[in-house]
């Protein structure tokens, strides 16, 4: 951590370009921080003084058992009773409750660090595992070795605990131990340098940023704001909790004399304008000396296809947010710029702060949802079967955008609900649309059965699979959303729309099993109405049709694509990382000059935002503009031939319908799979079988009413 302490006082500031403005708060800023820190206080944000002692008593009695644990693994090994003494394991923490924006009834993020000869899976996963069973206090147990970070679920003393391990290239853990020093990571294993970047990655925010009490009251409104937005969900494809911090953190540092209130407004204003992918970043990329893999789009072909990328700042420093893909970047595009207008409303005074966190009205979003219903034998099942499935969810929208080619998006619900009349039941919901914006061919059709069915085959390989978990992929309409899903069970009435000119009633074949219904073709002057035409078969989901929109939400998408469009140009740049030098942010000078409390006009602002992305750095210099296209089939097609979740012949077989599984090769679906694939590598199944799902974008005619 030297290094960066050095780095702040040779440059003056925190991050890799100036500050966007060193002005403090106005006395209109002060009002509107205090405004803000009521609301989250009244939102139950803060956690009583009673809840935090019982944290940290269980945190304290969680160390303990580790050593404990260590110990016991110790003898049993053979060692000699002076080292069974001296062997120490140790507890540290991470996440939200590190950062200090925890909430009542919050996880804690708890990592165990271990001596080299206490070993994942035969000591931590089954000696501890074992020892936590019998302790009374400890319920909901679940062990997930396999994790991308293995990690060991749990609730002791009715607090939440997940627990990682890292196994050190050490015979004795000191209780002193510095995990933020980059020689912690020597000789250790893949999953342990995952682990260990949780602690490290949450000090180094904490070290990077001017003002931590801001920086804090700034998260808790953002992570607030995600959560009632439906943008907060790492596995959905969204952000977590990481990530928020990390942007949070970036804007502390553009504004480091600004409270909470000037934060969030900077908050969005800043990120509304981002042009991902370029990358957001708190420190420069350091290569450092052990050879680690750092995120680095020159050399590695995965790093090039990440929409979004937030990069952590301890060594190895690593994409955070590799699970968004382009429908979740589009949907926190939108949250952004719908953030940012609400802010200046709220500067203005034409807005609350209770408007700017209203929840978002998903089931009143779309007209065409998939609904993905799972069910279980018992509690224990369907909670490690959910939790498998929400592992596999981003896999689906991935490849719904891979072979739609785009055309399709998903917007993913970040949370499941429950049907109280069946038992063991869960479900997820994802609202589709076309993309807007983009004129399609008439009778275009997109099909999406083989997507489905791959998805469904991905999820039914789960290794601890037993009878009675069941997956099930519909498509239901916004009117047919069932009402347990709305808050106390009651589905809301919808608004009524607002008046428009008569129009002529045609006869279309999209009802229910085939039947005609009327819909209504708007009139040459409003060409901005929306008609969507929907046909079932057996009660899935056989054509959908769309034409323009016309509802506000519509016309903004509308809107923002076009003005993206118009900025192809640097939307095409590659990865460009912002420039430490002062050549690159000499436009930012003027607005430093004077008073540290004279306010930047917002032109200026903006100008000194767009600077950010102006030049690359060294770290990142000479990326080609563009990928050769042979070169992106050819890495992904090889990509998807050595896929690693399931060893070559894997086969499964269950009895739930007596159906049997056989698949050479499951891929873990990563970003590469947005590249388009040639007609030649469809399923041959494609052609053989009855689609279960097939969108056809098409236009209606007036005369005949029919699909053209």
Request: proline residues 5%; charged residues 20%; contains cysteine.
């Given at each position: 951590m030297g290094s960066l302490v050095a780095a702040k006082r040779v440059n003056g500031h925190l991050g890799v370009t100036e500050p966007i403005s060193l002005s403090g708060p106005t006395e209109f800023d002060v009002i509107k921080t205090q405004e803000l820190e009521k609301f989250l206080e009244d939102a139950g944000l803060y956690e009583k003084q009673d809840e935090a002692v019982s944290r940290e008593e269980v945190l304290g009695r969680l160390d303990q058992i580790v050593k404990m644990w260590v110990k016991r693994i110790s003898r049993a090994k053979g060692f000699n009773e002076q080292f069974v003494q001296e062997a120490n394991a140790k507890i540290f923490t991470f996440g939200s409750y590190?950062?200090?924006?925890?909430?009542?009834?919050?996880?804690?993020?708890?990592?165990?660090?271990?001596?080299k000869h206490a070993t994942r899976e035969e000591d931590f996963f089954t000696e501890l595992h074992n020892m936590l069973a019998e302790m009374p206090e400890v319920t909901e147990l679940h062990p997930v070795p396999d994790a991308h970070v293995p990690v060991m679920k749990f609730i002791f003393c009715g607090v939440s605990i997940d627990l990682l391990y890292?196994?050190?290239?050490?015979?004795?853990?000191?209780?002193?131990?510095?995990?933020?020093?980059?020689?912690?990571?020597q000789n250790a294993d893949e999953q342990t340098v995952r682990s260990l970047n949780g602690c490290r990655v949450t000090d180094h925010i904490l070290r990077l940023v001017p003002s931590i009490q801001n920086f804090r009251t700034t998260l808790r409104c953002m992570r607030l704001w995600?959560?009632?937005?439906?943008?907060?969900?790492?596995?959905?494809?969204?952000?977590?909790?990481?990530?928020?911090?990390?942007?949070v953190a970036r804007i502390c540092q553009l504004y480091p004399n600004a409270l909470s209130s000037m934060l969030v407004s900077r908050f969005f204003r800043v990120y509304s304008q981002w042009r991902w992918p370029n990358p957001v970043m708190l420190c420069e990329i350091e290569e450092g000396t052990l050879g680690l893999l750092v995120w680095d789009p020159r050399r590695n072909f995965k790093d090039r296809?990440?929409?979004m990328p937030i990069?952590?700042?301890?060594?190895?420093?690593?994409?955070?947010?590799?699970?968004v893909s382009l429908s979740t970047l589009r949907v926190m595009t939108e949250e952004f710029q719908r953030g940012h207008e609400l802010c200046e409303a709220m500067e203005a005074s034409k807005a609350e702060w209770s408007t700017l966190f209203e929840p978002y009205p998903f089931f009143e979003s779309?007209?065409?949802?998939?609904?993905?219903?799972?069910?279980?034998?018992?509690?224990?099942?369907?909670?490690?079967?959910?939790?498998?499935?929400?592992?596999?969810?981003?896999?689906?929208?991935?490849?719904?955008?891979?072979?739609?080619?785009?055309?399709?998006?998903?917007?993913?619900?970040?949370?499941?609900?429950?049907?109280?009349?069946k038992t063991f039941h869960c479900c997820y919901f994802m609202g589709l649309q076309r993309k807007q914006g983009v004129r399609v061919h008439d009778g275009g059709q997109f099909d999406i059965r083989a997507t489905v069915e791959e998805f469904k085959q991905s999820v039914n390989m789960y290794?601890?699979?037993?009878?009675?978990?069941?997956?099930?992929?519909?498509h239901i309409k916004r009117r047919n959303i069932p009402p347990f899903v709305f808050p106390g069970g009651i589905k809301p009435l919808r608004p009524l729309k607002p008046a428009r000119k008569p129009s002529k009633p045609i006869e279309t074949n999209c009802g229910i099993n085939g039947e005609k219904v009327s819909e209504v073709v708007p009139d040459e002057d409003d060409k901005q109405m929306y008609t969507q035409e929907i046909s079932y078969s057996n009660g899935h989901l056989f054509e959908v049709?769309?034409?323009?929109?016309?509802?506000?939400e519509a016309r903004k998408r509308k809107q923002m694509e076009d003005a993206s469009e118009s900025n192809s140009d640097d939307a095409k740049r590659p990865f460009l990382h912002p420039n430490k030098s002062p050549e690159s942010v000499r436009e930012l000078e003027p607005l430093e000059t004077g008073s540290v409390n004279q306010q930047p006009s917002e032109e200026a602002e903006e100008l000194a935002i767009k600077n950010i992305f102006s030049s690359p750095t060294t770290a990142i210099a000479d990326l080609p503009e563009e990928l050769d296209e042979y070169e992106l089939l050819k890495q992904d097609k090889c990509l998807e031939e050595t896929g690693d979740d399931f060893p070559a012949g894997h086969t499964q077989t269950h009895n739930a319908q007596c159906e049997v599984i056989s698949i050479g090769s499951v891929e873990e679906l990563e970003p590469v799979e947005l590249s388009a694939p040639s007609f030649s590598e469809l399923p041959a199944a494609t052609t053989q079988r009855r689609p279960l799902i097939r969108i056809s974008f098409s236009s209606v005619t007036r005369e005949t009413g029919r699909n053209a």
């Open positions: 590190r950062l200090g924006v925890h909430g009542p009834g919050a996880d804690i993020d708890t990592l165990c660090v271990g001596p890292a196994k050190l290239a050490l015979w004795v853990i000191p209780e002193d131990l510095d995990i933020s020093q980059d020689s912690i990571l995600a959560k009632r937005r439906g943008v907060y969900s790492n596995v959905a494809g969204f952000l977590g909790g990481i990530n928020w911090a990390l942007l296809l990440h929409q990069i952590t700042p301890a060594y190895p420093c690593m994409n955070s947010s590799y699970n779309y007209k065409n949802y998939l609904e993905i219903d799972i069910t279980a034998a018992n509690e224990d099942d369907l909670r490690k079967w959910k939790g498998w499935v929400e592992s596999r969810l981003r896999i689906l929208t991935l490849k719904i955008e891979k072979h739609t080619f785009g055309m399709l998006q998903c917007h993913p619900h970040p949370n499941n609900f429950s049907d109280k009349s290794t601890l699979w037993k009878p009675g978990m069941e997956i099930q992929v519909s049709s769309e034409s323009l929109d016309s509802t506000s």
